[in-house]
């Protein structure tokens, strides 16, 4: 299977700290995001990655190279300097992805969990690992009922940032700036996404202390 990292993101929530670097190469635990992502991909056996890019896209390019001091092959989805959010992006990529389900992760999370279980065509257009709820989230974005992601009666989760996804998910999206929630939504209404939780390490890096706080816990603090 296929993987693609999404790193195109500009990071407004980080600034300053992204204004001169981009978000998956921010360090935590004495390495930038993206290797940890790179090194358990690689780790799961996958062998081919998309990686997006937009703001910064290059310092990023340059940083991982073609993949294969992890063992991968890497390819580039260029975007602009601009971006064209989590859904657009994938879209833009599909082509580099190619026809069979794929697995996606967002470059600026950490999560220590084993992607190896997770390598598996859905059943219907998706299946997210999903999180207890963080005290910055608690409402959470989805609903767990079993293996089903739900829109009411099940246990409300946050969605990880780590989702395997069917090209037909996307079949009639354009090619432009979307986010992938509302068509993540859209397929859970039509009860064609499955999930399952994830209750070990994940952090949404999405703030200068939610780095501070990663950056503690890797290195062993409270």
């Known amino acids: 299977m296929r993987a693609m990292v999404l790193a195109a993101g500009r990071g407004e929530r980080m600034r300053p700290l992204t204004d001169t670097t981009p978000k998956p190469l921010l360090v935590a635990g004495g ?5 940890w992502h790179l090194e358990r991909l690689a780790a799961a056996g996958v062998t081919e990655v998309v ?3 937009a703001w910064l896209g290059e310092r990023i ?3 991982v190279g073609d993949g294969s001091r992890w063992g991968l092959r890497v390819a580039y989805s260029r975007e602009g300097e601009r971006g064209l959010e989590t859904g657009g992006g994938i879209v833009r990529a599909l082509p580099l992805l190619g026809e069979a389900p794929f697995l996606v992760v967002n470059g600026d999370i950490w ?11 859905p059943s219907g257009l ?5 999180v207890p709820n963080p005290s910055h989230h608690p409402d959470g ?10 829109a009411a009666g099940g246990e ?11 090209p037909r998910l996307f079949d009639g999206c354009p090619d432009g ?3 992938l929630a509302p068509l993540l939504r859209e397929a859970v209404a039509q009860g064609r996404v499955t999930g399952f939780r994830h209750d070990g390490g994940w952090c949404d890096v999405g703030t200068p202390e939610r780095l501070r706080a990663l950056e503690q816990a890797l290195a062993g603090g409270d």
Not at 111 to 121: A, E, G, I, K, M
């Open 31 to 35: 390495r930038p995001l993206i290797d």
């Open 141 to 150: 974005d989805f609903q767990l009922a079993g293996d089903r992601v739900v």
């Open 111 to 121: 999560c220590d969990l084993d992607l190896s279980p997770v390598l598996t065509p």
């Open 51 to 53: 990686i997006n890019l």
């Open 156 to 166: 409300p989760f946050t969605f990880s940032g780590i989702g395997v996804y069917s």
């Open 177 to 179: 700036a979307f986010r």
């Open 126 to 130: 998706a299946h997210l690992v999903l």
């Open 61 to 63: 390019a340059a940083h």
